[in-house]
């Protein structure tokens, strides 16, 4: 108890006296009544008949308004005045006085705890209406369950000298009525002029028009000079038209355009599409806006958000956490429900992913869909999710516009000094149904009773400046017709627009790449490495600091390595480190991120060694040369989804880098499977987003049982098109090392599904020379360079691990009638080399396709469907649901039958 001192400490005998030079100075017996209160408890309880009962009586009642105080800024917000449209649910117990021991009486006497609020001594009253206005009125908020005393202390302080509000000037007031002028007036438009067409109405929650101008306007005047933003398709447009300045004629010109310019066959729906712009704020100020493309998936963009804000803060260096910031925009239902937004918020303080606090703002119409929120969580708010964090949780009446604005504005200093999430719950409503096509009275039919009569935010502020005498409401009829006849001119110009046009996104980043095609992707660079500049790299990454202790297996990892060099042997392990170290050497940022990447799930990796003594880390490829590009990997949390968005939101921001994320085991990839459809796979053909993100998936049957064996292989081939990535299973060190390599030298970017070995790792067929590291570049396909063309009855096409088993059974049986060739890039299919292969040779009476996988899994049916012209057969596993068994015995027994039928002389 010394924290209570002095009062603790004291006999009861002085506390009369003490108590008389409390009220008179609070700071004179110690640092806050809390903590005044709790020496007095203290005497009391241990001298219970000695404290005076006047002091009782006195001290009672200034602690009860202490614990009054203390309950509105707990609970107040359970109370407040936010939800424009629907009565607030009741919470017990209430704030009334009496549950509090109080009397009506007592409303008048003086009270000196009136001190911890700022007001000095003050009648009870006052002391309420004083609460009631901070924290009962359009601005909920909850923070006291924050575990920093200085955050609390920082937001209390903030709140409580304002009560929750600002007197705003005639010029800034003028300034919000012109945003919910462009916010209201843009809805109505396009709700007259494209009748019953889809549009995800932001009508009900305009005033996130303003705040989002308050955002960026506050942030820039805090140092922010880059703002990126995920939202989904409900404001969308409205967004993009008043916020990022998308021209208004090409967002109509998207309601009925018919094709697109640059040959885009596909495209996407107008509210998913991305936009960026330097807009200039009222100060001067030139601000980068980026809004992300995203899909439907609600919440899938927000991962992706943080990871490009973090690959931009790193690109900056010193300062990036102050000068680029997220904007998050949830509705409702999905950051209530969607697990995504957990997976992102838990990321949000770790050192590999955090960004510096990023804005979530909650446009809350009370439904999802049509879905009632009472239905739609457990939850008190559908905010609760921030309490993981102990991040701050604003709720705002979405009507006030003034309270929103205020919010925002605490918000962003909050943002810039403690660099910490905060949340803004926008209590709004949503005027039409889910679409506008849709009809919202089926399942809330009182609700929507209601709205139909309810104003709209313009016109609600609209009647507040006339009352103040700032904007008459003739004068206010009249900007909102003159608006009104300049989107009717703006739609006359889209008519003049003959094509649609999808601008590029991140175009200044990507501007020296080429636009991916059957010709530049086979255009392999060369990536090999002078001999001298590898055995330095080589040496560099071997060595660990003189005089630091480490666990005694790491010495012999070091040995090993090193005699791996002397002997010109180099495994897997050594071919990754040598393509990272090269390539930092060469100036491009290298990041590896996913559980247990440092180690590696099969411990062949070690790019991180723990100091014996500590839980510091060595990283060797930090230190390969002076001025060489950052070399970052990370142990991530347990998560796909959050990690693989957040990884391509990386690689987005850094084309000039090679960014990758590894799954634990390949068909851990499934659980981010949004990720890799609506973006790896398809963002390309959608918006025209290139990105050059590696995906390394452990990949192999070996017997582990049907979670472990197979990266599923047959997904992404089914998802290849139109050369939007490139699947590959490389089989040696060396080709791994060019793979790498040629993903960050060639001119295009585009996403790489690596199928990476399990047992391969440490397989002592698996070795390349220091020579193969130094000549060519990565090999699509591997010849037989053992077979004799003239002698060749049966030619063989394999693919990953399955090799080693057959090219050992080769060799056992002297079968010189087989060719082994290995397609190390299923995708794009080097359909010419293999043809050529197949004309080599041509003696050849079978050919066959041989895998491990099951014939309805794995590269069969793409091979077959993109090769049957060549009379291809296939020996593979039986056709099964579950990629594969349980038992050992019997996947070794269905191994062997594979490499018997190969090795058969009867036709297959």
């Known amino acids: 108890m010394d924290n209570i001192s002095p009062v603790g400490s004291i006999e009861p005998s002085a506390l009369e006296e003490i108590y008389q030079s409390f009220l008179e100075d609070p700071d004179s017996v110690g640092k806050s009544w809390q903590q005044f209160f709790a020496g007095f408890e203290l005497a009391r309880k241990s001298y219970p008949q000695k404290v005076p009962a006047r002091q009782i009586e006195g001290l009672d ?19 407040t005045k936010t939800n424009p449209v629907r009565t607030r649910r009741k919470y017990r117990p209430t704030l009334d006085i009496e549950n509090f021991g109080l009397e009506k009486p007592d409303l008048e006497k003086t009270f000196r705890i ?35 005393p200085e955050l609390v202390k920082w937001l209390q302080q903030k709140m409580e000298s304002t009560r929750n509000s600002h007197d705003f000037s005639e010029k800034k007031r003028k300034h919000i009525f012109y945003h919910l002028k462009l916010a209201v007036g843009f809805e109505n438009f396009i709700h007259k002029k494209f009748v019953g067409q889809k549009r995800f109405s932001l009508e009900g929650a305009e005033t996130l028009i303003p705040s989002l101008d308050a955002v960026i306007e506050h942030g ?34 998207e309601f ?23 807009v200039t704020t009222d100060s001067g100020k030139k601000v980068n806006l980026k809004l992300m493309p995203n899909p439907s998936h609600l919440e899938a963009v927000a991962p992706l958000v943080q990871g490009m804000v973090r690959s931009r803060i790193d690109s900056i260096g010193e300062g990036g956490y102050q000068k680029v910031a997220p904007i998050i925009i949830h509705g409702d239902a999905a950051i209530a429900a969607q697990g995504v937004v957990y997976e992102v918020i838990q990321m949000s303080q770790l050192d590999g992913y955090k960004t510096g606090g990023t804005i979530h703002l909650i446009i809350n119409n009370q439904v999802g869909f049509t879905t009632n929120y009472l239905d739609a969580r457990s939850s008190t708010y559908c905010t609760d999710v921030a309490k993981v964090t102990r991040s701050p949780v604003f709720h705002v009446n979405g009507d006030d516009v003034e309270a929103l604005i205020y919010t925002v504005r605490l918000a962003m200093e909050f943002r810039q000094e403690f660099h910490n999430d905060v949340f803004i719950d926008i209590l709004c409503y949503r005027k039409y149904g889910h679409n506008e096509s849709d009809e919202p009275r089926f399942t809330q039919p009182l609700l929507y009773k209601y709205i139909a009569k309810h104003p709209n935010p313009r016109d609600i502020y609209s009647e507040k400046l006339a009352k103040l005498n700032i904007l008459s409401k003739e004068e206010g009829r009249k900007e909102i017709i003159d608006f009104d006849k300049y989107l009717e001119g703006k739609y006359d110009d889209s008519k003049k627009i003959e094509k649609l046009k999808i601008r590029e996104f991140l175009l200044k980043e990507y501007v020296q790449y080429e636009k991916p095609s059957a010709t530049n992707l086979s255009n392999v660079p060369e990536t090999g490495v002078a001999r001298d500049v590898l055995t330095n790299i080589a040496n560099k990454i071997l060595e660990v600091p003189e005089g630091k202790s480490f666990f005694k297996k790491v010495t012999r990892i070091l040995s090993d390595r090193r005699m791996m060099v002397l002997d010109d042997r180099l495994d897997w392990a050594m071919g990754e480190l040598l393509a990272y170290g090269s390539l930092v050497n060469e100036g491009h940022r290298v990041r590896v991120s996913g559980q247990d990447s440092e180690r590696g799930t099969f411990a062949h990796r070690h790019a991180s060694f723990v100091f014996e003594d500590s839980d510091k880390k060595y990283f060797p490829l930090k230190h390969v040369s002076e001025g060489q590009a ?21 690689a987005l921001a850094q084309p000039n880098g090679l960014t990758i994320w590894e799954a634990q085991f390949g068909d851990f990839h499934n659980v981010a499977q949004v990720i890799i459809d609506q973006f790896i796979a398809s963002a390309y053909e959608k918006w025209g987003l290139m990105n050059g993100l590696a995906l390394f998936l452990p990949h192999g049957y070996e017997g582990q049982g049907p979670e472990h064996s197979s990266a599923r292989i047959e997904r992404f081939l089914t998802l290849a098109a139109n050369n939007n990535m490139q699947v590959v299973v490389p089989t040696t060190p060396a080709n791994m090392f060019h793979l790498l390599r040629r993903q960050v030298k060639w001119k295009v970017r585009i996403p790489l599904i690596v199928f990476t070995p399990k047992s391969l790792l440490r397989h002592p067929m698996v070795v390349s020379k220091m020579k193969d590291f130094t000549d060519g570049a990565f090999r699509e396909l591997i010849d037989d360079h053992y077979a004799k063309p003239q002698n060749i009855e049966r030619l063989v096409f394999v693919s990953g691990r399955l090799y080693y088993d057959l090219a050992k059974r080769k060799l056992e049986e002297g079968a010189e009638h087989i060719a082994l060739v290995r397609v190390e890039q299923l995708y794009p299919i080097p359909a010419r080399q293999i043809e050529e292969v197949v004309e080599k040779y041509s003696a050849a009476k079978s050919i066959i396709w041989v895998q491990d996988e099951p014939e309805n899994q794995g590269a069969w049916p793409f ?46």
């Open 220 to 253: 820039a005047g805090l140092g922010i000079s880059e703002f990126i933003i995920g939202m989904a398709h409900r404001g969308r447009l409205n967004v993009l038209a008043n916020i990022m300045q998308k021209p208004y004629e090409n967002i109509f010109k």
């Open 630 to 650: 950052p070399f970052c990997i990370y142990n991530s949390l347990l998560s796909e989804y959050g990690v693989l968005g957040f990884e391509y939101g990386y």
């Open 61 to 79: 009642k200034e602690f009860t308004i202490h614990n009054l105080i203390h309950a509105y800024r707990q609970r107040g917000h359970l109370f």
């Open 114 to 148: 009136g001190t911890e609020i700022g007001i000095g001594p003050a009648k009870l009253k006052d002391i309420i209406q004083f609460l009631e206005d901070t924290y009962c009125q359009s601005v909920g908020v909850e923070y006291v369950y924050m575990r920093n």
């Open 256 to 278: 009925y355009g018919k094709e697109y310019e640059d040959d885009i066959e596909l495209g996407d729906v107008k509210y998913h599409l991305g936009y960026e712009n330097v």
């Open 863 to 908: 091979i077959h469907r993109k090769l049957g012209y060549l009379g291809i057969k296939v020996v593979a596993r039986p056709e099964t649901a579950s990629p594969a068994g349980g038992l050992l015995e019997k996947h070794l027994l269905r191994r062997n039958k594979i490499l018997n039928t190969v090795f058969t002389k009867k036709e297959v």
